[in-house]
């Protein structure tokens, strides 16, 4: 996998430079990508001129920021102005909207190259792409950011965003063996995405490494400034120096009836190496008030399904009333869900998520996080169906921030930790990541 952070050095002496780095990347697409079908479009002309505006910055001793020269990869639900956005979708095909993202106009401000638009599920909620595992192509990248993923696991970017309504940034992360970030809700800006609803869906940010992770992340908030949108806590684009956590959470929910024995056995084995770091870990077994957390958990996520089809009304009904058949039964089915309610069961649904936010937030005075797979066990065969997301749907339904760290390995597949953080903190949860990766690999 490629590591931007780490080259800036030799690019500022001249040993190294973004176009050389961004030629690695090419050469990887094209060694792979006709097996691992990451991109739906390259821009391998604009990239390189790119590079080359960012190498010339260099040998000034002038980079933009931090990102200056990082090629990246954007899930194909995220605009961009010179390469077609079509979601996976007829609907949308060849259609370009002239404009850039938030997200994406803030690296390419900072410099960064746009390498390719990758695939995802059609409007990240539907029918699966083609994209493949890079490390067994039998088996699904997981989604809905497969093709982000894919690419970052094969060598083609450092760095790629994904979205999350479900668990299509943290899911793939896991399957891939990459750091992935799905922040507290409303941290990013969505403009310029096509989103499932305004309130479960994430932008999400998938790599090689914490460091690249988080200065991606850190250009994006700061610049990708839009009413309503909090932003990361802190500043500064270091990545948060590690903080051992004192207490852990470790929530079995429902997922754990998925898992097979090794995986069981890998997670029971990382959870031996917190406890002989000095971690206290505690689940259901032993305090009465994580098992009453769970079943609140477990009872009221369904209400994610609620909210999420009421909010997918516009415009995914008028896909489906307009475009028929091409539309697929996936999403027909989220809008004959949001037919059967009524805005008085939508509010009660936010109202009930509202209280059981409040109940989580409450472990913030007893604990540093929680603790759970980021999959149900490694990545499985086939590509119809990209994974299980049932450790992964409470904290899009909720909104708090998740990484997912690639530190098991079941049947020589990566599997991720879940570390999940409380609202509002996920520099906190950014320090907890580093230092499980400089602790516990």
């Not at 999350?164 to 943290?170: E, V």
């Not at 990361?232 to 903080?243: F, Q």
């Amino acid at each position: 996998m490629i590591r931007f952070r780490e080259r800036v050095p030799a690019f500022l002496d001249g040993g190294d430079s973004p176009r050389a780095l961004l030629e690695r990347c090419i050469g990887a697409i094209e060694a792979r990508e006709a097996e691992v079908g990451a991109f739906v479009a390259l821009d391998l002309e604009g990239a390189r001129a790119a590079a080359d505006e960012s190498t010339a910055r260099y040998r000034t001793g002038r980079p933009l920021s931090p990102v200056d020269g990082c090629p990246f990869g954007v899930k194909d639900i995220i605009e961009t102005a010179d390469l077609p956005t079509q979601m996976n979708s007829p609907v949308f095909a060849g259609w370009r909207s002239a404009r850039d993202a938030a997200c994406v106009r803030a690296l390419r401000q900072g410099g960064a190259v746009l390498l390719g638009k990758t695939v995802t599920t059609e409007f990240a909620a539907g029918r699966s792409g083609p994209t493949v595992h890079p490390l067994d192509p039998t088996r699904t990248p997981g989604g809905s950011s497969s093709g982000s993923a894919a690419a970052v696991a094969a060598g083609m970017v450092p760095v790629a965003f994904g979205t999350q309504a479900g668990g299509s940034t943290i899911r793939p992360a896991s399957y891939c063996g990459l750091v992935g970030l799905k922040p507290t809700i409303g941290t990013f800006s969505m403009a310029g995405i096509h989103t499932i609803g305004p309130t479960v869906d994430h932008l999400g940010i998938l790599a090689s490494n914490l460091s690249d992770l988080w200065s991606v992340a850190r250009q994006v908030s700061d610049l990708a400034v839009t009413p309503g949108v909090r932003g990361l806590p802190g500043s500064g684009h270091a990545l948060p120096r590690a903080a051992a956590p004192a207490r852990l959470v470790h929530l079995h929910t429902a997922g754990w009836g998925e898992l097979d024995a090794e995986s069981i056995a890998a997670f029971d084995a990382l959870v031996a190496r917190l406890r002989a770091a000095g971690v206290e870990v505690t689940n259901r077994d032993d305090d009465p008030r994580v098992a009453s957390l769970e079943t609140t958990l477990d009872e009221g996520v369904d209400g994610r399904l609620d909210i999420m089809a009421w909010e997918m009304r516009w415009p995914f009904e008028e896909y489906a009333d307009r475009h028929g058949t091409v539309v697929s039964d996936i999403l027909h089915g989220y809008v004959r869900r949001a037919r059967n309610l009524t805005p008085a069961d939508y509010h009660d649904a936010l109202r009930e998520r509202r209280r059981v936010q409040d109940v989580v937030e409450g472990f913030g005075e007893v604990a540093d996080g929680f603790i759970s797979f980021a999959s149900s066990g490694p990545a499985p065969v086939g590509l119809e169906h990209t994974g299980s997301r049932t450790f992964l749907n409470y904290w899009s339904w909720l909104g708090n921030p998740s990484f997912s760290v690639p530190l098991m390995t079941v049947r020589g597949l990566p599997v991720g930790l879940q570390l999940i953080g409380f609202d509002g903190r996920d520099d906190r949860l950014a320090a907890l990541a580093r230092w499980s990766m400089e602790t516990l690999v």
